[in-house]
């Protein structure tokens, strides 16, 4: 029912990343469908360091409040502005136009402890 | 304890909506999104279903003395088919609950020709609670009325929005066009005895339909228009600068009489009531807190219980509802803050998550701000 691209990586509180050299991190559709319209993105800065499974920001529909976490640890080298006038972007592109970091991963392998799209799927049933 | 249900909980499931807990009810808090449900209300019409609302019925030669006695308005400028807001309140003046009261029109009430009827609508999951009030404030002032809890037999619908009037008077037999506002009447819906009133939670033109449970279907379908859930419920009565009970006031976490909470008309000091020499009081000394409207001037979003401050960073308050309106785009909020910084236009901290956010005391509505 709802989108989950095979070929992204993904943690069970809803975010995804991609396993590029730069990362690319975002929510989920389930979890954007979930949330409602999202209202509000807070992201780091650029420079800043993400540590896997920490609080990295805050996105906010208009009925609720949700930290994000770090599907990976790295420094974060991108920052999708584009959020801040438009927070609709995470509701209607969550997976292209809707994405929030750019990250250079601090360690790869961790790549390999992430949910496929398989078993992120399944967790979502 | 398992929530209890509005008689259309599949056919709403059926539709997609999602549900949350409210009051020890399990309602719709949105079919499509918020933001779509919103703007259908502001721009046409939407149709809320809003059956976990209590209703109470008191009727009996001494009806009009009990339901002046328990609540702050005065009933008796009431004629049959009339309605009023009105604050239900303890000894010490705090609302308990806030409430609109019917006189039930005449015509098909049931009761003697010399006795009234009314109907109130306390808040969701406050009926057990009222019920208990009114039959034990009855029995200890020896008065002779008869009171019944009928929220499990009537469901309620809200349709609200500029088109409202037109498609609620195409659904019904009676003429409800010429109905002024809080004006009630008895109308055919789908074949279902419906008491209808020009009421709403919205700000917009609309009205209440209150129908037998076991027609809620048919009624329901006899309006074409957007299904809203509380949602966008909440997000309408907040650009609107409406108390929500629970949130806005709440005799154990926000208690608040009706001066500090912006309702001073809901009092009427020259009828008789529980709470009337605190409120008495209350109004010939003042208020140290009052009820108002904000707006924040940064990014970020008040939310209920986030702490306010001054611009020296003294605490003044707390938000008790915020959220970004959906039709001026601009995150707003309700609260209380110290009667001297109270006044429109004075600047304020909203405490975000550990970052102070400008904001400032604006008038409700909202949107007479626009």
Same mark, same amino acid.
């Given at each position: 029912?709802?989108?989950?691209?095979?070929?992204?990586?993904?943690?069970?509180?809803?975010?995804?990343?991609?396993?590029?050299?730069?990362?690319?991190?975002?929510?989920?559709?389930?979890?954007?469908?979930?949330?409602?319209?999202?209202?509000?993105?807070?992201?780091?800065?650029?420079?800043?360091?993400?540590?896997?499974?920490?609080?990295?920001?805050?996105?906010?529909?208009?009925?609720?409040?949700?930290?994000?976490?770090?599907?990976?640890?790295?420094?974060?080298?991108?920052?999708?502005?584009?959020?801040?006038?438009?927070?609709?972007?995470?509701?209607?592109?969550?997976?292209?136009?809707?994405?929030?970091?750019?990250?250079?991963?601090?360690?790869?392998?961790?790549?390999?402890?992430?949910?496929?799209?398989?078993?992120?799927?399944?967790?979502?049933? | 304890?398992?929530?209890?249900?509005?008689?259309?909980?599949?056919?709403?499931?059926?539709?997609?909506?999602?549900?949350?807990?409210?009051?020890?009810?399990?309602?719709?808090?949105?079919? &499509?999104?918020?933001?779509?449900?919103?703007?259908?209300?502001?721009?046409?019409?939407?149709?809320?279903?809003?059956?976990?609302?209590?209703?109470?019925?008191?009727?009996?030669?001494?009806?009009?003395?009990?339901?002046?006695?328990?609540?702050?308005?005065?009933?008796?400028?009431?004629?049959?088919?009339?309605?009023?807001?009105?604050?239900?309140?303890?000894?010490?003046?705090?609302?308990?609950? &806030?409430?609109?009261?019917?006189?039930?029109? &005449?015509?098909?009430?049931?009761?003697?020709?010399? +006795?009234?009827?009314?109907?109130?609508?306390?808040?969701?999951?406050?009926?057990?609670?009222?019920?208990?009030?009114?039959?034990?404030?009855?029995?200890?002032?020896?008065?002779?009325?008869?009171?019944?809890?009928?929220?499990?037999?009537?469901?309620?619908?809200?349709?609200?929005?500029?088109?409202?009037?037109?498609?609620?008077?195409?659904?019904?037999?009676?003429?409800?066009?010429?109905?002024?506002?809080?004006?009630?009447?008895?109308?055919?819906?789908?074949?279902?005895?419906?008491?209808?009133?020009?009421?709403?939670?919205?700000?917009?033109?609309?009205?209440?339909?209150?129908?037998?449970?076991?027609?809620?279907?048919?009624?329901?379908?006899?309006?074409?228009?957007?299904?809203?859930?509380?949602?966008?419920?909440?997000?309408?009565?907040?650009?609107?600068?409406?108390?929500?009970?629970?949130?806005?006031?709440?005799?154990?976490?926000?208690?608040?009489?009706?001066?500090?909470?912006?309702?001073?008309?809901?009092?009427?000091?020259?009828?008789?009531?529980?709470?009337?020499?605190?409120?008495?009081?209350?109004?010939?000394?003042?208020?140290?807190?009052?009820?108002?409207?904000?707006?924040? &001037?940064?990014?970020?979003?008040?939310?209920?219980?986030?702490?306010?401050?001054?611009?020296?960073?003294?605490?003044?308050?707390?938000?008790?509802?915020?959220?970004?309106?959906?039709?001026?785009?601009?995150?707003?909020?309700?609260?209380?803050? +110290?009667?001297?910084?109270?006044?429109?236009?004075?600047?304020?901290?909203?405490?975000?998550?550990?970052?102070?956010?400008?904001?400032?005391?604006?008038?409700?509505?909202?949107?007479?701000?626009?």
């Amino acid at each position: 029912m709802f989108e989950v691209p095979d070929d992204l990586r993904y943690v069970e509180s809803h975010e995804w990343t991609s396993t590029d050299d730069v990362a690319r991190i975002g929510i989920t559709d389930f979890a954007q469908d979930e949330l409602g319209d999202v209202v509000f993105v807070e992201l780091p800065d650029e420079g800043d360091e993400l540590a896997k499974g920490e609080e990295f920001g805050v996105v906010e529909s208009i009925k609720a409040v949700s930290d994000l976490y770090a599907p990976i640890s790295g420094t974060v080298v991108g920052v999708n502005e584009a959020l801040f006038d438009q927070p609709e972007l995470v509701n209607d592109d969550p997976y292209a136009e809707g994405w929030m970091l750019e990250v250079e991963p601090a360690d790869e392998a961790e790549f390999d402890e992430l949910l496929t799209a398989e078993e992120y799927r399944e967790q979502t049933e | 304890m398992a929530h209890r249900k509005p008689p259309l909980r599949k056919v709403h499931a059926d539709r997609g909506a999602k549900f949350t807990g409210f009051g020890g009810w399990e309602m719709p808090v949105e079919f &499509d999104s918020i933001r779509a449900e919103h703007a259908a209300v502001r721009d046409s019409a939407g149709i809320f279903d809003v059956s976990h609302m209590s209703e109470i019925e008191v009727s009996g030669p001494d009806a009009t003395d009990l339901m002046q006695r328990l609540t702050t308005n005065d009933v008796t400028a009431l004629d049959p088919g009339d309605s009023q807001y009105a604050c239900i309140t303890d000894e010490s003046g705090v609302i308990l609950d &806030d409430t609109v009261v019917y006189a039930l029109p &005449d015509e098909l009430d049931g009761s003697d020709a010399s +006795d009234s009827a009314y109907l109130f609508i306390p808040n969701a999951g406050h009926d057990e609670q009222m019920y208990e009030r009114w039959t034990t404030h009855r029995d200890e002032w020896g008065l002779d009325a008869t009171v019944k809890d009928q929220t499990e037999q009537w469901a309620m619908f809200a349709v609200q929005g500029p088109d409202a009037a037109g498609l609620v008077a195409d659904a019904m037999d009676a003429d409800v066009i010429d109905l002024s506002r809080f004006e009630a009447t008895y109308a055919d819906v789908a074949g279902a005895g419906c008491l209808v009133a020009r009421t709403g939670y919205t700000g917009e033109d609309g009205f209440e339909v209150l129908c037998p449970w076991d027609t809620a279907e048919s009624v329901w379908a006899a309006f074409d228009c957007q299904p809203c859930g509380l949602g966008a419920r909440d997000t309408l009565r907040i650009e609107m600068g409406f108390l929500l009970s629970g949130e806005d006031f709440d005799p154990e976490t926000e208690p608040r009489n009706p001066y500090e909470a912006g309702v001073p008309f809901t009092v009427k000091l020259d009828t008789e009531f529980v709470g009337h020499d605190a409120l008495e009081r209350a109004k010939g000394e003042g208020v140290d807190e009052q009820f108002v409207g904000l707006k924040l &001037d940064e990014r970020g979003i008040a939310r209920h219980g986030y702490e306010l401050r001054d611009e020296n960073g003294a605490k003044i308050g707390h938000v008790t509802s915020g959220t970004m309106s959906p039709t001026l785009g601009e995150a707003i909020a309700l609260g209380y803050v +110290d009667t001297d910084y109270a006044e429109p236009g004075t600047r304020v901290r909203v405490v975000v998550r550990g970052d102070e956010k400008r904001a400032r005391i604006v008038n409700t509505p909202f949107l007479e701000d626009k």
